[in-house]
């Protein structure tokens, strides 16, 4: 297993290599995306989403990372990964984390 820690201060770091049909876990700090945080009933009512789409098949997964770390299977085929975050809530706020567009790039050994 793989983990890759989105930190505060928009950095980001990785154990180890990425290994087709191994599993990639993400840890995000849900500090890095603050804009989006309504609350309903005394109750947070907001999300992050983690993107990861794996080349050169383009198969996108996504999953939760507001509430813990997410996990995901790396397709035998895959050569390189991109990960991008989504932050909403029940207001319509929606907010990135996505390098400006370019999304966060990882090399599959």
């Keep these: 297993m793989t983990t890759v820690r989105f930190l505060p ?5 990785q154990d180890s290599p990425l ?9 995000y700090d849900v500090g890095r995306l ?15 989403a983690a993107y990861v789409r794996f080349y050169p098949d383009e198969q996108v997964q996504s999953a939760a ?7 995901f299977t790396i ?3 895959t050569t ?11 207001t319509g706020c ?4 996505s390098r400006y567009g370019l999304n966060y790039s990882f090399d599959v050994a």
């Design 9 to 13: 201060q928009w950095k980001h770091e």
């Design 19 to 27: 290994r087709p049909g191994g599993t990639l876990r993400i840890e």
């Design 34 to 48: 603050t804009c989006c945080r309504s609350e309903r009933y005394g109750q947070a009512a907001w999300s992050i």
């Design 65 to 71: 990372v507001s509430t813990g770390p997410a996990e």
């Design 75 to 77: 397709p035998a085929s």
């Design 80 to 90: 390189r990964v991109e990960v991008w975050f989504h932050n909403t809530d029940q």
């Design 94 to 97: 929606s907010a990135w984390d």
